[in-house]
């Protein structure tokens, strides 16, 4: 089936530093990539939708200028977190899809921010 | 805005049990409807995806129901097992492709 790699797995940052995180889409170009964010005990909320070569489209609350979206290629898309705090500590999952195919997964990335 | 909520939060039931999880959803205008499964710290796991037009789909001893015009799915794990303890997670997509998650049902069993 349709794999999306997705890294690092986990991250532990200093408050004040940015991290990216890689989404890829090994076998099949996706077109659209979505990226949620779970906090502890709590489901996935969905920051922000980006389409390859566009610029993304945020969800209400969720700021652009501090989660940057890049999805450049069919095959890759990046959120870069910056000047993260601790409260952007939190589990970070990718998905993408092309058209109204269903959407595949990342396993995830537990960023902790000290 | 579509909104999504599952009953129970949490379930914990001895094995060999047959349980039914329950998803709502506000806004009947749907693509499709996904069961997931995620154990701690991991990723998603698609157990079931439902499209609008069918009433339901089977998986082994998972099979899932959905009721678009009431707003209703409900999810059936037979003959539960250890193995099938982790967070199930309903999720809607609308026609734009994004997914709506509920909270998700956190399910122990227990030998």
């Known amino acids: 089936g349709a794999v999306v790699s997705q890294h690092p797995s986990r991250v532990i940052c200093k408050s004040g530093t940015s991290v990216k995180i890689e989404c890829r889409s090994l076998d099949f170009q996706a077109t659209t990539m979505f990226w949620y964010r779970q906090f502890p005990k709590q489901s996935l909320m969905l920051m922000a939708t980006?389409?390859?070569?566009?610029?993304?489209?945020?969800e209400q609350g969720v700021e652009k200028d501090k989660f940057l979206i890049n999805h450049a290629s069919l095959t890759l898309s990046t959120l870069t977190v910056t000047s993260a705090h601790p409260e952007d500590s939190s589990f970070y999952i990718c998905?993408?899809?092309?058209?109204?195919?269903?959407?595949?997964f990342g396993n995830g990335t537990r960023l902790t921010v000290t | 805005k579509q909104e999504v909520t599952q009953i129970p939060a949490a379930l914990s039931v001895p094995e060999g049990e047959n349980l039914v999880l329950n998803c709502s959803f506000t806004?009947?205008?749907?693509?499709?409807l996904q069961w997931f499964r995620q154990d701690p710290g991991k990723g998603l796991t698609s157990l079931l995806l439902i499209q609008s037009s069918q009433r339901e789909q089977t998986s082994g001893r998972l099979n899932a129901s959905l009721d678009k015009s009431s707003g209703r799915s409900t999810l059936y794990i037979a003959a539960s097992q250890p193995g099938d303890s982790a967070t199930y997670l309903c999720?809607?997509?609308?026609?734009?492709?994004?997914?709506?998650f509920g909270q998700g049902t956190i399910l122990t069993v227990h030998p």
């Open positions: 999720a809607v997509r609308t026609s734009y492709g994004k997914l709506t």
């Open positions: 980006s389409n390859e070569g566009s610029k993304a489209t945020y």
């Open positions: 998905s993408g899809g092309t058209g109204d195919s269903p959407l595949h």
């Open positions: 806004d009947s205008a749907i693509y499709n």
